[in-house]
Nanobody
Framework: QVQLVESGGGLVQAGGSLTLSCVAS????????MAWYRQAPGKQRELVAG???????KYLDSVLGRFTISRDNAKNTAYLQMTSLKPEDTAVYYC???????????????WGQGTQVTVSS
């Protein structure tokens, strides 16, 4: 079995910073793409940032220049550094990873349980 566990969320004032972490554990052969999504109340879940196994990155337009996604393959961990936070960044942030499990050929998508980020004005 594979688990993704996020941490690092919390309450921060506008203009502040937070760094989220996502650790993958279990029967992992290889981790391909990793990504952070978010879902605000009453809104659809949206892709915030993604990073490939080759460290190619992509970002939601509204977070470009403020958020940075990175990964540490030795630790099976992805990070999301968030700076200049705005109240509209308030959401539950979810980690997503495409993982090939031991004994498998094709990757499966796994999700973390989510971590709340609240930005006060």
């Amino acid at each position: 079995q594979v688990q993704l566990v996020e941490s690092g969320g919390g309450l921060v004032q506008a203009g502040g910073s937070l760094t989220l972490s996502c650790v993958a554990s279990g029967s992992i052969f290889r981790i391909d793409d990793m990504a952070w999504y978010r879902q605000a109340p009453g809104k659809q879940r949206e892709l915030v940032a993604g990073i490939s196994s080759g460290d190619m990155t992509k970002y939601l337009d509204s977070v470009l220049g403020r958020f940075t996604i990175s990964r540490d393959n030795a630790k099976n961990t992805a990070y999301l550094q968030m700076t200049s936070l705005k109240p509209e960044d308030t959401a539950v942030y979810y980690c997503n990873a495409k993982i090939i499990q031991d004994g498998s050929t094709w990757p499966r998508a796994f999700w973390g349980q989510g971590t709340q980020v609240t930005v006060s004005s």
